[in-house]
C-alpha cells in the first residue's frame, strides 16, 4: 500500500535534499487537456539535475511514496494525472529544460528531458539540421515525455516514431540508480535494450532525464499540395505513386475527410480551405527533397499522372512557404474543431494499410444502429494511423449521446482487432485504456509486462496505475 506524500513526507524531503526543490502544486498539473480526470497531488518536486531526481525517487523508495512525472501535460490518455489513491509526489522535469550538446557532423543532439520539442527542432536548426519529430503540441511538450509515450506525429512516414529518432537515454530507476546509456553510438549490440524498454513505458518504470536524439540533413527543397480522390483505397494509390515518383522524399501523407472540412467552416471559419466545394476524401501530401530536385516539378507530375487516371479528381498545390504554412494550419486544427463539436468518442486507431478504406466502411455501417452520427476520420494515411471520431447528429447535443459512449468504442475496438489492428497508435495507454490493454494484449504479452514492471518497480511507486492496472 502506498503512502501520501503529505506534509511528513514532504519535511524529510526538505530536510534530506537541496533547498527550492519543492514548488507549490497548482492545479494544472492535475489536469489532463480532454478533462476525463482529475489528479491528485500531495507535492511538486522539481529537481535541477538528474542528481536530485535520483535522491528524489530514493526518498520516495524509502517511504513508499507514488510518483507522478510530468512533462509538458499534453499527453491524451491520462497518464500523467492520477485520480485515485494516495496523494503522490509530482516530479516534474520542467527545469531540466538545456539542450547539452549538438555533434552536427555525427547528426547527433543531447538534450535534458525538460527540454521542450520547438527548442530541440530548432537547436538543430541553428546547426543546419532537422529534428523530424512533428506534433500540434510541440510548443508545450517535453522531450522526455515525448519519450516515454513513444510519440508518433505527421512524419512517422519518412523517420519513424520517438523510437527511431533515439540512439540512447539517461533515466532514473525506481529505487533511484541512474541508468546512464547516453551513447552516441549507432551500433552497441552489448544485451538488453534498455533504451527501447524505457521509451513507451510512459514513465512506470522510471523516469527519463535525458536523451541522446538524431538528427537529418534540412530538406532543401519543400513541397506541399492538397489532391482530392474518391475514396481511401484511391489516396493508397497515390501514395504508391508518389514513392515511385520521390521514394522517401514523402514526408507526409495525411487523409482528411469532407466531414473535417465541414467542421472547421462551421468552429473555426477564420481557417482558409483549399476547395469550395468540399470533395469526399483528399490528402495533405508533403515533400521534402534535396538540392537538385523541385519538389514543385515532382508533385505536378504526381497530379498529372493522377487525374488522367482517375486516381485524382482535384488539387491545389502550395505556391509559397505561407501556403505551405496554410495547408498545415488547416490539417493541425482539425483536432480543436472536433472539440468545438464534442465527440461521442475519439478512437486512435491503427490498421493495415490494405485495410483501411474497408474497416472505414464497415465501422460507419455498424455505427449507423445509433442514427445519423457523423464520423470525421483523418490521419496519418502512410502510416496506417487513422483518428476516428465519432459525433452526434448535426442540430443534436452530446449529451443525449454520452451514455453512448462506451458501446461506440467498444464497437470501434472490436472492428480493430478483427482487422489485425491496435486500439493504440501513438497515444499509448495511460490511465483511460488500461481495460483496453487487458481486453485486446496477447496473454502472453500482458504477463511479460507484468514481470517487467514487478521485477524493475516491486514498490509499485512509479507512475501508479499507468498501463498495468
Known sequence: MLNPADAAFCEVLEKSLPSGLLRPLTPNYLEEPRRYYKGTGGALA?????????????????????????????????????????????????????IRSVHPDENVLVADAGAILADVQSAAKDHDRLFPLSLASEGSCQIGGNLATNAGGVN?????????????????????EILNGLTRLRKDNTGFDLRNLMIGAEGALGVITAATLRLFPRPQNNGTAFMAVSNPAAALKLLSIARGEVGEGVTAFELISKTALSFLAETMPEVRLPFESFPEWMVLIDFGLSANTSAQAALERIFSHAFSTGIVTDGVIAQSES???????????????????????SHDISIPLGEIGTFIEVATQRLSEYG???????????????????????????????????????????LVAEFEGSFSAEHGIGRIKTTELIRYANPAKLATMVAIKSALDPLGIMNPGVIVP
Open 46 to 98: 522539481a529537481p535541477r539535475t538528474t542528481e536530485e531526481v535520483s535522491q528524489v525517487v530514493r526518498q520516495c523508495a524509502e517511504h513508499n511514496v507514488g510518483i507522478v512525472p510530468y512533462g509538458g501535460g499534453t499527453g491524451l490518455v491520462g497518464g500523467q494525472v492520477m485520480p485515485d489513491g494516495p496523494a503522490p509526489l509530482i516530479l516534474s522535469l520542467e527545469r531540466m529544460n538545456k
Open 156 to 176: 512517422v512516414l519518412r523517420y519513424g516514431n520517438t523510437r527511431d529518432l533515439c540512439l540512447g537515454l539517461e533515466a532514473v530507476l525506481p529505487n533511484g
Open 323 to 345: 501556403q505551405q504554412a496554410e495547408f498545415w494550419t488547416l490539417r493541425e486544427s482539425i483536432p480543436l474543431a472536433n472539440r468545438k463539436i464534442g465527440a461521442i468518442g
Open 372 to 414: 445519423s452520427v457523423r464520423v470525421n476520420c483523418f490521419g496519418h494515411l502512410g502510416d496506417g494511423n487513422l483518428h476516428f471520431n465519432v459525433f452526434p447528429p448535426k442540430g443534436e447535443t452530446l449529451e443525449k449521446f454520452k451514455p453512448m459512449r462506451s458501446d461506440v468504442q467498444r464497437i470501434i475496438h472490436d
